[in-house]
């Protein structure tokens, strides 16, 4: 039997795929936990400094949460779907979002529902232009439950994002951009390898200094800028005590290439 998500790497980039092409890449419970066990396979490897996430086949990257398999548990009640079935989700896109590690989503065809919320909370995203996304969970009757409407009006602003949210709309790859959802958007056949590319540059920098980055942003985004800048002197702390800012002022000083030891 196929896993539902698919490992490989290469160099110091891991590729995690989506792997339900039949049913559009759809989360499910197994992929959830396929994916989390696979982050922390990734967190714990040294040697892995990147991850893309994308989904298999032309079609798309995830077109949301498997609606045959959750539909049982509204059925049950709200506090049944909110412990197995919101809480999960919200569990994974908190996760993809506090990783210490770049996550770069290569959106390669329809992100709708779920798969638009783990594009949301992946720190950088590029789109085919074939991508799609949208928020379509309210043609279902209920609101984005996995962090949607919190992260998105972050990314694109309150009236851009309660326009997706209200009406279920998709956008374009190129519109995704313009508002910020997307960093880039690429020709289908180049999307892997711009998404590699850029990983590898990322991976090329100190990896203390990566994940201060990381951590400093997204804890500090959401909190008064004098909270927020507290953040961000504990992680320039984290950087100060490594060979790595050593290494880093003196290939400036004398003007060559600094050579990061990754500590």
């Known amino acids: 039997m196929e896993e539902v998500v698919t490992f490989a790497a290469d160099g110091p980039v891991a590729t995690l795929t989506l792997n339900r092409p039949h049913r559009l890449n ?76 770049p996550v770069i989503a290569a959106v390669n065809g329809l992100a709708f529902g779920g798969g638009c919320e783990v594009t949301e909370a992946a720190p950088l995203a590029i789109a085919s232009e074939r991508a799609l996304f949208a928020k379509s969970e309210i043609r279902l009757g209920f609101n984005p439950p996995y962090g949607g409407t919190q992260r998105l009006p972050r990314l694109v602003g309150r009236k851009r994002a309660l326009e997706m949210l209200l009406t279920g ?36 920098m100190p990896p203390v200094a990566v994940a201060a980055c990381l951590a400093a942003t997204t804890r500090g985004i959401n909190l008064p800028i004098d909270e927020g800048l507290a953040v961000e002197a504990a992680q320039f702390a984290r950087c100060a005590a490594t060979a790595d800012v050593r290494e880093g002022i003196a290939a400036f000083l004398e003007k060559r290439p600094a050579r990061f030891l990754g500590r």
């Open 26 to 101: 759809a989360i499910d419970f197994a992929t959830i936990d396929r994916l989390n066990a696979l982050l922390d396979r990734v967190e714990r490897d040294d040697a892995i400094r990147a991850v893309i996430l994308t989904g298999a086949g032309d079609r798309a990257f995830s077109a949301g949460a498997d609606i045959r398999e959750f539909a049982p548990l509204v059925a049950a009640g709200p506090e049944v779907a909110l412990r197995e079935f919101v809480r999960r989700g919200q569990r994974l896109t908190g996760r993809v979002e506090a990783f210490p590690k």
């Open 169 to 204: 709309d998709p956008i374009d790859a190129a519109r995704a951009e313009a508002v910020g959802l997307v960093n880039r958007v690429v020709p289908h056949g180049d999307l892997l390898p711009a998404a590699h590319e850029l990983a590898c540059r990322i991976a090329a």
